[in-house]
């Protein structure tokens, strides 16, 4: 059975096409990103600019069709914080599942976690025993903590690299000032979020599984051999602190030509560098492992495990 999953997201309008079997692993044939940056279409009033509809209309018209030429037998539609915060929500909503033709999911922050730690959870496996998730999207930060499919606690603060590289850094570069004003908001947010997490057990794994967080750990991280041959990328916190005043010297235009950082990521980079050193401090944390698989694969996992359950004979 060939499925879809449309993540409408801060930054990106991301189409991923899987083939399922009840009980069995996803596996991806086709995978189509089309680059909005919604927080730049952000009226004064926190509702999204005609403009900014307009454009998210055609990405997701265009995903619509990418999923009819590939068979796909059902989409899943979901839309994560940039929609669903945005002043004229309900509206794009509307106009959007007009253009889709279908009903859209929208996700809480807590729903997003769960569903993200789900996929890491089955990535990494039951042995891998008590994890640690941070997630970092264009609007929000999400983490996770727990040693079973669904977390036992989870969070999502607005700290996503999108919306702070808005709210604070909006010079090209930003310079010291701006990244310590940012450095300072991301400890009061999360100060309570680590006051929550503090009770929960010593992590075994901790796990960053965001696309901001693969693009820093191709910059300051260090793949190391994985279980069954997979190479695993750890990203260290000491270097993450010690780039971040580097990132935040060089423009934009510069920092696309460093590893790792993609021209989609090259504005938000130095917000998402920040927040994830901050969150990693806040919950003490020295050093993450990453995790390919994400929201996307969370919202197959969990629809293919309805049909398992619901398949003849079960």
Request: no cysteine; hydrophobic share 45%.
């Given at each position: 059975?060939?499925?879809?999953?449309?993540?409408?997201?801060?930054?990106?309008?991301?189409?991923?096409?899987?083939?399922?079997?009840?009980?069995?692993?996803?596996?991806?044939?086709?995978?189509?990103?089309?680059?909005?940056?919604?927080?730049?279409?952000?009226?004064?009033?926190?509702?999204?600019?005609?403009?900014?509809?307009?454009?998210?209309?055609?990405?997701?018209?265009?995903?619509?069709?990418?999923?009819?030429?590939?068979?796909?037998?059902?989409?899943?539609?979901?839309?994560?914080?940039?929609?669903?915060?945005?002043?004229?929500?309900?509206?794009?909503?509307?106009?959007?599942?007009?253009?889709?033709?279908?009903?859209?999911?929208?996700?809480?922050?807590?729903?997003?976690?769960?569903?993200?730690?789900?996929?890491?959870?089955?990535?990494?496996?039951?042995?891998?025993?008590?994890i640690l998730l941070f997630d970092i999207g264009g609007g929000s930060l999400e983490l996770a903590s727990g040693a079973d499919e669904l977390p036992e606690a989870a969070a999502s603060?607005?700290?996503?690299?999108?919306?702070?590289?808005?709210?604070?850094?909006?010079?090209?570069?930003?310079?010291?000032?701006?990244?310590?004003?940012?450095?300072?908001?991301?400890?009061?947010?999360?100060?309570?979020?680590?006051?929550?997490?503090?009770?929960?057990?010593?992590?075994?794994?901790?796990?960053?599984?965001?696309?901001?967080?693969?693009?820093?750990?191709?910059?300051?991280?260090?793949?190391?051999?994985?279980?069954?041959?997979?190479?695993?990328?750890?990203?260290?916190?000491?270097?993450?602190?010690?780039?971040?005043?580097?990132?935040?010297?060089?423009p934009a235009s510069a920092r696309q030509e460093l590893p790792g950082i993609t021209p989609d990521r090259t504005f938000q980079i130095v917000a998402g560098a920040v927040v994830l050193?901050?969150?990693?401090?806040?919950?003490?944390?020295?050093?993450?492992?990453?995790?390919?698989?994400?929201?996307?694969?969370?919202?197959?996992?969990?629809?293919?495990?309805?049909?398992?359950?619901?398949?003849?004979?079960?």
């Amino acid at each position: 059975m060939r499925l879809g999953v449309l993540d409408i997201g801060s930054n990106t309008v991301h189409l991923l096409v899987a083939d399922v079997i009840p009980g069995g692993r996803p596996l991806a044939k086709t995978s189509q990103r089309t680059v909005l940056r919604l927080m730049r279409y952000l009226e004064p009033d926190g509702s999204i600019s005609e403009e900014g509809v307009r454009a998210l209309e055609a990405a997701v018209v265009e995903a619509r069709e990418v999923a009819a030429r590939e068979n796909v037998v059902e989409l899943l539609a979901t839309a994560t914080s940039a929609v669903r915060e945005a002043k004229n929500g309900k509206n794009v909503i509307e106009r959007i599942e007009t253009a889709l033709g279908q009903e859209l999911q929208v996700l809480g922050g807590e729903t997003e976690a769960r569903f993200t730690f789900l996929a890491v959870r089955r990535w990494f496996g039951w042995a891998a025993g008590q994890i640690l998730l941070f997630d970092i999207g264009g609007g929000s930060l999400e983490l996770a903590s727990g040693a079973d499919e669904l977390p036992e606690a989870a969070a999502s603060v607005p700290l996503g690299a999108g919306r702070m590289t808005i709210q604070f850094l909006p010079e090209d570069p930003p310079g010291e000032a701006a990244v310590d004003a940012l450095r300072a908001h991301a400890r009061e947010v999360l100060r309570p979020v680590a006051t929550a997490f503090s009770g929960m057990p010593k992590p075994d794994h901790v796990v960053g599984s965001s696309k901001a967080i693969r693009s820093l750990a191709k910059l300051v991280g260090y793949p190391v051999p994985g279980w069954s041959g997979i190479e695993r990328m750890l990203l260290p916190r000491a270097a993450l602190s010690s780039w971040i005043p580097r990132l935040a010297r060089i423009p934009a235009s510069a920092r696309q030509e460093l590893p790792g950082i993609t021209p989609d990521r090259t504005f938000q980079i130095v917000a998402g560098a920040v927040v994830l050193h901050e969150a990693m401090r806040a919950l003490d944390v020295d050093e993450l492992e990453v995790s390919p698989w994400a929201l996307r694969e969370g919202v197959l996992l969990r629809y293919i495990e309805s049909l398992s359950w619901s398949a003849p004979g079960a």
